[in-house]
């Protein structure tokens, strides 16, 4: 039994744990602390195993890792996230908690109003967001389960999935095992325990060569607020052969500077309640957010909106140019953290914005 919080990546000593909203628990972080990850600090890239690769075999600050690649492995991926496992996965302990009980706030087919201001509820207007923006499942290394959230982007393979790089992995060696979490599934469009999608298992996923510095020296956090908390994933098709996007759709992906007072839409599966009976997310239900984007004042590189989103909503959208009626937009980063680590007013959900890094790793993962 867990009698401490996790870390973004399953592990539990306190020396590495950098993000509130990165999974497991609430977790205290001092934003004067957060130092900028240099390539020096961060370059020492560890030996490399079959699964995982780094620098020049993937492209420049790149490393990947695979993941479910029989249909042997999907398959029992896929009977082992059941309905009860997923509605559970972020609990710290599980054995005792209680399976929520279902959100059955009613739908609202009507679109929001443009610019409308949400500092979060249950998205319940539909459209394409509803189908391509879902929970993302693994397994810690201590075999204990979370989730995020993740996002399907149009590419070229029609098989490319966006989440952060701290829902798939910790700082550390990539050839290291406990390095990564492990049963990956997204369960697009999840809602209160159901796959009204399907479940996809994670055929292969990279992330920046920058988680790969020694944690004796680096935290997690470090690399996050350095702007590298991107990770991408490539989702195996349907039993029948078709790719998710052609199941789900897609949303535009863009890489550029982000602009101040940009109103920006947030989703995400937040779940913390599971844990703490003040926080009222339990993972049922998408939830939405509204604002003006800036950036955090102790971590300038993440750009944030007001929301009160909670753990598990690490890796979800932020989509600039969003469209109400058709639930479409451009994600530009990807949620990260909140104001105790980026700093300003809370309550703040702070995003990666998409660079030259993240760049890269969707380009490699689209070609695969």
């Not at 590419?155 to 990956?184: E, K």
Request: aromatic fraction near 8%.
């Amino acid at each position: 039994m867990r009698t401490s919080p996790h870390r973004p990546c399953g592990h539990q000593d306190s020396t590495r744990r950098p993000l509130r909203h990165a999974i497991g628990a609430t977790v205290a972080v001092s934003a004067a602390v957060v130092a900028l990850v240099t390539p020096t600090a961060a370059a020492d890239a560890a030996p490399h195993n079959p699964s995982s690769t780094s620098g020049s075999a993937a492209g420049p600050d790149t490393t990947t890792h695979a993941g479910a690649t029989t249909a042997q492995e999907s398959n029992r991926i896929n009977a082992y996230w059941t309905r009860e496992r997923m509605k559970l996965a972020g609990a710290l302990v599980p054995e005792i908690t209680p399976v929520p009980e279902d959100d059955n706030t009613p739908d609202d087919p009507r679109p929001l109003p443009v610019n409308t201001p949400d500092s979060g509820t249950v998205w319940t207007h539909g459209g394409a967001v509803q189908k391509n923006v879902g929970r993302l499942f693994f397994t810690f290394s201590d075999g204990y389960d979370g989730s995020c959230t993740a996002t399907v982007v149009t590419s070229a393979n029609r098989s490319t999935v966006i989440t952060a790089a701290h829902c798939l992995r910790g700082v550390g060696s990539p050839s290291v095992d406990d390095t990564w979490n492990h049963n990956f599934y997204f369960v697009p469009g999840y809602r209160n325990g159901t796959k009204p999608h399907g479940g996809f298992s994670i055929r292969t996923m990279a992330t920046s060569s920058r988680w790969d510095a020694d944690p004796d020296t680096t935290d997690s956090s470090d690399v996050a607020a350095a702007g590298y908390d991107t990770g991408l994933l490539v989702a195996n098709p349907t039993a029948g052969g078709r790719p998710i996007a052609d199941v789900t759709g897609s949303q535009q992906i863009g890489f550029g500077r982000p602009v101040e007072g940009e109103f920006v839409h947030a989703f995400g599966y937040p779940n913390y309640g599971l844990n703490d009976p003040g926080d009222k997310y339990v993972g049922s239900r998408m939830i939405h957010c509204a604002g003006t984007s800036h950036p955090g004042p102790e971590a300038p590189l993440l750009w944030g909106e007001t929301c009160d989103m909670s753990a598990g909503s690490s890796g979800g959208p932020h989509l600039a140019h969003f469209d109400t009626r058709t639930g479409t937009g451009t994600v530009v980063g990807v949620t990260t953290t909140d104001e105790e680590l980026a700093g300003g007013h809370a309550p703040t959900l702070y995003a990666t914005r998409f660079g030259d890094s993240a760049h890269r790793l969707y380009e490699w993962a689209q070609s695969r």
